[in-house]
Structure formats: C-alpha cells, structure tokens
C-alpha cells in the first residue's frame, strides 16, 4: 500500500509575498508623503516601527499625523497580505517600553477572505490624494453602511457633516490657513516637502493644485503656489465632507484611526469615488473644536476627509514612493 505526502502548510508568506505586500503597504498615505516607516520580518513575525526622524516637529510636534500615517500603512499591508490568502493576527503597541514600536502581525492561512479585499487591495494602486475640486459622490448614500462597518472594529466613528456645518469648517480651514501664514518654522517644513520634482518622497507639484484651482476648494490645506493652471475651471467643490474621530488621544488611537482611514479610502477608490485626507484642521485647538461641536458624540477629530466624484476621465501619475530597501529589513533569527 503506497502512502500520499502533502506538503505541510507553511505559516509564512514567503519572500515574494511579503515584498509584494510592503511594497503596497508603502503606497499608504502619509501626511506630506513624508513615508514614515520601518518595516522589519524576522523570518515569522513583522514588525512596523515609526520612523520618529520624519515628524514634522512644526505641523506635527506629537507625532500624532505620524502614527496615523503608520496605521494606515499597516491597513494596507493587511489588505494586501490578506488579498494573498494570509490572516494577520495583529498586536499593537507590543512593547510599552519602545513607544515607537507599533505593530507586531503573526500569520496564517486564510483561504477565505471576506468579499470586498480583493477589491480594495486592488484599489491600493489606483488611490490617490484629489487635492482639486469634486462633483458630489456619486452612490455615497449606498457605500456609507460600508465605511461605517469598516471603521468599527478600529474604535472609530465615522460621520458626515452636513452643508450648515460646511460653511463653519471652511472658516476653521482658512483660520489655520492664516494662523499658519507667517509661521516660519512651519512654512520652511512645508516648503521642505511640497513642490519639488524627482525625489522619492514628498508632494510633486503635479499634485498639488494651483491658486487659481485652489479658489474653488472651501476645505484644504494651504501649500506653495504653483505654476499656474486652471484644471476644472469651471467647478467648485461639492465633495462631502467625512470625519472620523476617537474616543482618547493615544498612540494607539492613532495608530487606530490611520488604520480606519486606510479602510475608507480604499473602500471609496474602489467604488470610484475620488478622496483627499485632510489634518492641517486638527492640528490646532480651534479646529478641533469647532469640528467637534457637529459630531453627534463626545469623541476627538482626528481626520477630516473629502469624498466626491472626479469628472476627470485620466488617471494621474502616482505620487513618489522610497524603494523598498530603504523601509524594510530582514533579520532571521
């Protein structure tokens, strides 16, 4: 009698998919695609690190922007690895006593991913940051039941401002606008990582709107000036406006909240909607306050997101990204 020997499943992804994975995970959003991470497989765990040198110590001196950027990082790596077939079982903050250690994932089979990850890592390539005027979202109404069950399980609430609220938002955008004109330290940042061409990181300015396109946005952060070029001339925004706030303000609410915005992104590129994240309102009191007073619970703003539809038919160059090599490291043990 002949006996049969199957292969005995691995609880690794192997080399090729894990580096397919990071790499997707690298196309996270990040505030001024700074790209803050570390990524680190010790041959059965990985491990995300923040990258505490690329905070912004101006706009960004807690590093809260920084470790939302790392969430949604780690939302992206386990959109891809579980798009690959892997569950990851996901520890945050392992360590109390490395602050800046984030995320350790374990692995293991998982042949049946819920409907949806596919779709939405696929998305991870096609999303980008719109920084120009939308129409309204087409099928939002439909896709919101989504974002909320997607942001859920992060401890995250998720809600909708409504036009009266618009107007007192666009007045706290401005106000941080202003607030932030003749800032020197934070104007020198900005200029640091806004506007320049072939480098890996930062915002190109074929991303970043001109005065003239940026008159017609009501909600968005103040960057360099552009050459000049009237793209969608003829609109004014009427993208919703999308806030997802936290119960606490902790590294680990961060950590949660970058995850939950992951989610919502992907989630919306993947219906075709257009997306573009915002924080520079949160990043000051008055901002966080006013947008605070139009949530329907006692929770913290953390990201202020518009949602809407691009009449554009072409889809833009995607934003730099550093190699691979440069985030991630092997080291078996």
């Known amino acids: 009698m002949t006996t049969s020997h199957s292969s005995p ?47 912004l110590t101006s706009a960004d001196p807690n590093a809260r922007q920084l470790v939302i950027s790392c969430g949604a990082a780690l939302h992206h790596a386990r959109t891809a690895f579980a798009a690959h077939g892997w569950h990851t079982d996901t520890d945050r903050m392992p360590d109390p006593a490395q602050p800046w250690y984030l ?20 998305a991870i ?18 896709i919101l039941p989504e974002l909320r069950m997607l942001t859920s399980p992060h ?26 004109r003749y800032d020197m330290m934070y104007q020198t940042e900005l200029h640091w990582w806004a506007g320049h061409r072939d480098m890996p990181e930062g915002i ?18 103040a960057f360099p000036s552009m050459a000049h070029s ?6 004014d925004d009427r993208s919703r406006l999308v806030v ?37 309102i949160t990043e000051l009191p008055t901002g966080r306050t006013t947008i605070a007073g139009f949530l329907p619970h006692p929770t913290l703003p953390q990201v202020v997101i518009r949602v809407g539809s691009s009449p554009d038919d072409t889809e833009p160059p995607p934003t730099p990204r550093r190699a691979v090599i440069e985030v991630y490291t092997e080291r078996r043990t």
Request: aromatic fraction near 4%; hydrophobic fraction near 40%; glycine fraction near 2%.
């Open 9 to 55: 499943v691995t609880s690794v992804p192997d080399h090729r998919t894990i580096l397919a994975a990071i790499q997707l995970a690298c196309r996270a959003p990040s505030v001024h695609n700074t790209q803050p991470w570390r990524w680190l497989f010790d041959g059965t765990r990985l491990h995300l690190y923040a990258d505490i040198d690329r905070c």
């Open 204 to 221: 190109p300015p074929n991303a970043l709107p001109s005065d003239a396109e940026s008159a017609h946005v009501d909600v968005a952060r």
């Open 230 to 235: 009237t793209r969608r001339a003829a609109l």
């Open 125 to 142: 390539d096609h999303r980008h940051t719109d920084r120009l005027p939308m129409l309204e979202p087409h099928g939002f109404a439909r």
């Open 155 to 180: 401890d995250v609430e998720l809600d909708v401002l409504d036009d009266d609220a618009r107007q007192r938002i666009a007045a706290a955008s401005d106000h941080s606008a202003a607030t932030r």
């Open 103 to 122: 995320a350790t994932i374990e692995f293991r089979p998982w042949p049946d991913p819920p409907p949806g990850i596919a779709e939405r890592a696929r």
């Open 244 to 280: 997802l706030s936290s119960a606490s303000e902790s590294t680990l609410a961060w950590l949660h909240t970058g995850e939950a915005l992951s989610a919502v992104l992907l989630a919306c590129t993947a219906a075709g909607l257009a997306t573009c994240a915002l924080t520079h």
